[in-house]
């Protein structure tokens, strides 16, 4: 069964906005990873948050954690038409990461 | 540093054959997983190898094996390939020392059974 769990399942913004993606998950986890990959090629990874971390910036990316209610959010501020990709989220369990199905941005000049 | 290396990128096999896929990971890494990623299942985990042992496994059948050798280089065999095993084939490298260790994936190997 899958663990991530993405909301939206494809989110289109302008360029210029923010964009926020959530992540649900089912059972304890040691952290969560969020990646990127353009069209089927290779996932990028973004960041790392850790189970007892609350909150993660990466120059435009902020992620937080919420642990007690197995969700976390990714938020991309000032996206650029680059950005436009799928996101996923990739819960840690056991050293397993058990990825969603991702949400598919598109960022519009 | 070089990130991850997965050979051949793209392979077209037929139905019954086997088939072997390469990933060298990054230096230093000493875990090596693979995944599947189908339009239909999405990214599904396979196994993981941290210094030359499984550590990790999934839900696929024992058509799907790997190994991992002493420089961590690792492969993955499946045997009598069905049409359903068409998918991109990615593996991710880490350090493998703890548990909160960033995983690095590779482009990918797409495999395509006819």
């Known amino acids: 069964s899958q663990q991530g769990e993405e909301d939206p399942q494809a989110l289109s913004i302008q360029e210029g906005e923010n964009a926020t993606m959530n992540c649900s998950y089912k059972t304890s986890i040691n952290n969560l990873q969020w990646y990127r990959q353009n069209s089927g090629r290779g996932l990028v990874h973004l960041i790392l948050i850790r189970s007892n971390e609350r909150e993660k910036h990466s120059g435009r990316l902020r992620v937080t954690l919420d642990t007690s209610k197995k969700s976390s959010s990714l938020l991309i501020t000032a996206s650029r038409a680059a950005d436009t990709a799928s996101y996923f989220c990739a819960p840690n369990q056991g050293g397993k990461l058990i990825f969603g199905q991702g949400t598919e941005l598109s960022v519009k000049p | 540093k070089a990130g991850v290396t997965q050979t051949p990128r793209y392979l077209i096999k037929t139905r019954g054959q086997q088939v072997t896929l390469s990933c060298s990971p990054i230096s230093g890494h000493r875990s090596v997983s693979w995944y599947q990623q189908t339009p239909g299942q999405g990214l599904q985990f396979l196994f993981e190898y941290f210094s030359e042992t499984q550590r990790n496994k999934g839900n696929f059948p024992g058509r799907f094996s790997g190994r991992q050798f002493s420089n961590s280089r690792s492969e993955m065999n499946v045997s009598t390939l069905e049409l359903g095993d068409s998918a991109l084939y990615l593996c991710?490298?880490?350090w493998g020392g703890g548990l909160n260790t960033e995983a690095f994936f590779g482009q990918g190997t797409r495999l395509t059974v006819v």
């Open positions: 991710a490298s880490s």
